[in-house]
DNA sequence: AATTGCATGTAAGGAGTTACATGATTAA
DNA sequence: TTAATCATGTAACTCCTTACATGCAATT
């Protein structure tokens, strides 16, 4: 019986922000992608069903006006719809199962050769320096715009930039660490960089 | 088309790992849950199926003796079941999709009230307390017997820490710009933490 | 004698992904 | 005309979890 869904919220969520302009599913699946995307990902496979049932359960409702042109939907947050985002937003947040892939790969290093995990995680470093770059980029853009934008996205960015941050900064102790069990030093430890 | 499993080579890194001593299914959930739990998690509805299938695959081996008194079945890896282990771990690890509900809820925190929000952080707080705790003490143990673990345990250690601190930091931050924001203050931006 | 822990497993069910299908509209 | 983008949707498939079932052994 798996988690429960949480789709319809993030749905719900995104129809009742600011200004609380219908949305079409299209547009909310681009949303996600370009705003929340370093926090959270969705599938189209998941976004449409959703929508329907949602609309079903009057939760959410479409749009009179058919928008001349394109055959498009957009949605706007019913009050039920309202009520049901703002019971959930009350409840305590599920914590994911962990399950990171990088981390296994290196706990099992014994098993591989040390460039072959030295090269992991410089990909790693990579990703995270772009997520961050990307991050920051958003933290000027919503501090420009700030009558668009809510001071929690101000938040959750914070979030994003300092998480990345320090997986970028165990990144680069980890391969300075690697590097010198790789030249043979026999490094027991990783240096202690803490305070 | 989800995807691919990992459970197989979680249990074949398990089982490749120092000594490459036979274990069985329940004894790996243990290690499972008592070792490498601060980043992956493994249900038995998982494992036994796919010991199952990778002993029908000849990459583990159900040991011989059938260990008198409890019905326990051990399994060791095979030479078949190290080869497909080494060549998973040289591949890419592949990213999670990011799903987090906490940063969710609090992206809409427009739609709940401050103490709400609160709440949920302190609670994460004392979960990431938690956290870096049982980190730390493995940290110690890890460092005391170093002839029982990989120095590759101490990297996976390192992250936990590094993670857990930052998202700790992080929280108290928010929680702080939160009483802030509730307080009358027109907070619109968390105070710049960063140096 | 009863409870706890050891130990293996199965059944049901939902979440979520990828991939495909379909078609209209706009721009080159 | 061709390609790209807009836009909605479905099908298949699998991972994974929860919950239950079963029974032996050791402890209290």
Redesign the interface.
């Known amino acids: 019986m798996a988690r429960t869904q ?1 789709t319809p ?2 749905i719900l ?1 995104l129809l ?3 200004g609380r302009e219908p949305r079409s599913g299209y547009e909310i699946k681009k949303v996600v992608d370009n705003i ?6 969705e599938s189209n496979g998941q976004i449409y069903p959703v929508l329907k049932r949602l609309a079903a359960q009057e939760l959410i409702c479409p749009e009179a006006r058919p928008a001349k042109g394109r055959k498009t939907i957009r949605y706007a947050i019913t009050p039920k719809g ?1 009520v049901a ?2 019971a959930w ?2 409840g ?22 040390i460039p ?1 995990l030295i090269g ?1 995680l410089q ?2 470093h990579a ?1 995270a320096e772009a997520g961050l770059a990307k991050c920051k980029a958003w933290q000027t853009e919503v ?1 420009k715009l ?1 009558a668009k934008y ?7 960015l ?2 994003g930039i ?2 990345s ?3 970028l ?2 990144a680069d ?2 391969i300075a ?2 590097r010198q ?1 790789e030249s043979g030093g026999k ?4 240096p202690s960089a803490q305070k």
């Open positions: 949480r919220f993030v969520g009742g922000l600011s929340i995307s370093h926090f959270w990902a309202q985002l703002r937003l009350a305590p947040p599920e914590v994911a199962r962990p399950r990171d892939e990088l981390i296994l790969k290196l706990f099992f290093g014994s098993e591989t050769e072959v992991h990909a790693h990703a501090g700030q809510s001071p929690f996205s101000l938040l959750t914070r979030a300092a998480l941050e320090a997986s900064k165990w102790e980890s660490t690697l069990m490094v027991q430890r990783p």
